[in-house]
């Protein structure tokens, strides 16, 4: 099988072909701190999606190369990609299947405490919020099984945006605030192994188990 080249990867890249160009890339994650805690690529580097837009130009000028973004299961990393795009980031990637995907063949993972991830609680507040009032509905009044109506038009919104509030709202909570992201030390860090593409790859170490987030 032909190598992959790293001029040539495509806008979605599946995990093994980031696996072989990985020390030629910068990888960033876009998960909460506290899920980037619990598990990430080794060599990556953690900058939350909602900081993207504050600190992409000062990310732009300190990487100055090829970025494969990686969350969960894809849908922030698409998210990330537009934010960046509009910011003037030349050469975006998205990992196809996320972290998910590159678990699933088998690749390298550096772990820490086990935490659920933000795609896992939504899928649990949106459950038991719909089932509860599904039952609410038939047992004690049935006005209340409308709430399950809005729960499932909220996750179909969700899936036509490509964004979700929930996501968002959960984010926010001490559970998942438990880490901060120094995003100054991961531009610092960027800027300091940045090369020009004509010299050699280069990479955050990957022996660092939270290449940027920082307990509180």
């Not at 909602?50 to 990487?63: F, K, Q, R, T, V």
């Not at 001490?174 to 790859?201: F, K």
Request: charge should be neutral.
């Amino acid at each position: 099988m032909t190598p992959v080249q790293i001029s040539h990867l495509r806008p979605l890249i599946d995990p093994t072909d980031l696996a072989a160009v990985q020390a030629g890339v910068t990888i960033l994650d876009v998960r909460s701190p506290a899920e980037f805690d619990s598990s990430h690529i080794p060599g990556s580097y953690n900058v939350p999606l909602d900081l993207l837009p504050e600190h992409g130009p000062n990310l732009a000028s300190a990487i100055g190369g090829p970025v494969v973004l990686v969350c969960r299961l894809g849908m922030r990393a698409r998210q990330a990609e537009q934010a960046l795009s509009a910011l003037g980031f030349p050469r975006l990637h998205v990992l196809e299947g996320g972290l998910a995907a590159w678990e699933g063949a088998s690749l390298p993972v550096n772990r820490g405490q086990s935490r659920w991830d933000i795609e896992r609680q939504v899928r649990g507040v949106a459950g038991s919020i719909a089932l509860a009032g599904a039952l609410a509905g038939l047992f004690a009044w049935r006005p209340l099984g409308g709430v399950a109506a809005a729960i499932g038009g909220g996750l179909f919104i969700s899936a036509l945006t490509n964004s979700c509030t929930m996501a968002r709202f959960l984010a926010k909570l001490p559970y998942n605030q438990s880490m901060t992201c120094d995003v100054s030390s991961v531009i610092a860090d960027l800027g300091s192994r940045h090369v020009p593409e004509s010299g050699s790859a280069r990479r955050s170490p990957s022996s660092l188990p939270h290449s940027g987030a920082a307990s509180q």
